[in-house]
């Protein structure tokens, strides 16, 4: 193959990979500053075409520069379906119940003959239907010595709230209704899910991460996370144990200012059981230096049981700044009946392994 040839196939795996980013949900902010931005591509204007202005600087590289960053856009594409927007699970197993689940999932994936996650994904039929809504496992992937991550694929049926505006309502809908700017409309949606089971012989412990945790309801959230646990069980032959409770970690995130988080959402009961929710718009300020917020707290001591905790850090780097998001969620009917577990913890806005653990560690230190 003439050189001509090879930079004709490289150029061609740019596109694919490109549009596979794309078709995984990566936005333009995050293609931009966590993608291009840190493999030093020239910066693209916003009103500019980023695909376009991408590929013409690609076009001016050598060929084995172009292999180089070919091979980082399909590492940062993995990284990022492994680690971004998760509902997390973790339990405690040991080594030999590891290696079961293991040899057990890898005996499947084999015998589908070895079918990749890019070949799956997102080659979708226009009949979604043809997907199957059973999970099966489609990649194993070395994370790291130690590490291993399952990527487990389903089409996920769920019905979603769409906010529309006005003026994608055809005529005479909203005839009547004079005032209204913005619609709320309910719609079953069709996807594909990569769900992700990991391996962590290292720490000794199991950990599944539902994909998509924004956009999903409490009731089909747990309709997903039961059919994950369930998936698990079924290679382990046997039960996964108890998840890892993260209720007692809500005060302790909310005390603690030497993390440099910045505590957005903080649901708790009043000592005199009384719910409450205080959050900032955005996740743009620490509701903890608001005077309202030290005014009350002050008055009671500090003396509230927390529920769920949204915590936010920002950081900046080569690509440019972006932040990182942990989120609890639990209700204060846990608390009334005796401290219930919250069993899951969303993690969110990972795009890389580093990014993921940063969140996990600070909830389950290393």
Same mark, same amino acid.
């Not at 003439?2 to 930079?7: L, P, V």
């Not at 005479?172 to 209704?177: A, S």
């Not at 369930?230 to 032959?237: E, G, N, T």
């Not at 903080?266 to 000592?271: G, M, S």
């Given at each position: 193959m +003439? ?5 004709d196939?490289?150029?061609q795996? $740019? ?8 078709? =995984?949900g ?6 931009? +500053?966590?993608?291009f931005?840190?493999?030093?591509f020239p910066?693209?204007k916003i ?5 376009s *202005?991408?590929l013409a600087h690609a076009?001016l590289m ?13 590492? !940062? ?6 680690n971004h927007h998760k509902v ?5 197993m040991?080594t030999s119940r590891?290696?079961?689940i293991?040899?057990s999932?890898?005996n499947?994936?084999s015998?589908q003959?070895g079918i990749?996650?890019?070949?799956y ?17 489609v990649?194993?992937?070395?994370? !790291?010595?130690g590490?291993k991550a399952i990527?487990?694929?389903s089409r996920?049926d769920?019905?979603k +709230?769409?906010h529309l ?13 004079r005032?209204?700017?913005?619609? *709320?409309a309910k719609?079953m949606v069709s996807?594909?899910a990569?769900?992700?089971l990991v391996? #962590?012989y290292n720490r000794?412990? @199991?950990?599944?991460?539902l *994909?998509k945790a !924004?956009?999903i309801? /409490?009731?089909y959230r747990?309709?997903?996370?039961a059919?994950l ?9 046997g039960?996964?144990? &108890?998840p890892?409770?993260? @209720?007692? %970690?809500?005060?302790?995130l909310?005390f603690?200012e030497?993390d440099? /988080?910045?505590?957005s959402r ?6 005199e ?5 205080? !959050?900032?718009r955005?996740?743009?300020?620490d509701i903890?230096k608001?005077?309202? =917020? %030290?005014n ?5 001591? &500090?003396a509230?049981?927390g529920? /769920?905790?949204? %915590?936010?850090? *920002?950081f900046?780097?080569q690509?440019?700044k972006? %932040?990182?998001s942990? #989120?609890?969620? /639990? ?5 009334r009946?005796?401290?219930q577990?919250?069993? =899951?913890?969303f993690?969110?806005?990972? $795009?890389s392994d ?6 996990l560690?600070?909830?389950i230190?290393?």
């Open positions: +003439t050189s001509n040839n090879q930079k196939v490289e150029l795996r $740019f596109v694919e990979n490109y549009d596979l980013l794309v078709a =995984h990566v936005g333009p902010s995050l293609i931009r +500053t966590r993608v931005n840190e493999l030093d910066k693209v009103t500019d075409d980023h695909k *202005s991408s076009r050598r060929h084995d520069e172009l292999s180089s960053v070919n091979d980082s856009l399909s590492r !940062k594409l993995m990284s990022y379906i492994l997390v699970q973790v339990f405690e040991n590891l290696q079961k293991e040899l999932i890898a499947e994936v015998s003959g990749g996650m890019v070949s994904y997102p080659k979708i039929p226009t009949n979604v239907n043809l997907i199957p809504d059973v999970l099966h496992p990649e194993v992937v070395d994370v !790291k010595e590490v990527v487990v694929a996920r769920y019905y +709230t769409f505006d006005k003026s994608d309502i055809k005529d005479g809908v909203l005839q009547d209704v005032d209204v700017q913005n619609v *709320s719609g996807e594909i990569l769900d992700v391996l #962590d000794e412990r @199991l950990e599944l991460r *994909s !924004k956009g309801s /409490g009731k747990d309709k997903f996370q059919k646990a369930a998936f698990a069980r079924r290679h382990l032959s039960k996964l144990g &108890y890892y409770d993260f @209720l007692p %970690k809500v005060r302790p909310y603690l030497s440099n /988080g910045l505590v903080l649901d708790f009961l009043t000592d059981g009384i719910e409450r929710t205080e !959050k900032s955005g996740d743009r300020k903890r608001a005077e309202y =917020h %030290k009350g707290a002050n008055s009671i001591g &500090y509230f049981q529920f /769920g905790i949204r %915590k936010v850090w *920002s900046e780097r690509g440019g972006y %932040k990182l942990l #989120d609890i969620l /639990g209700n204060a009917n846990l608390l009946k005796g401290n577990p919250i069993d =899951h913890i993690l969110l806005d990972c $795009f580093s990014d993921y653990n940063f969140l560690n600070q909830v230190p290393s």
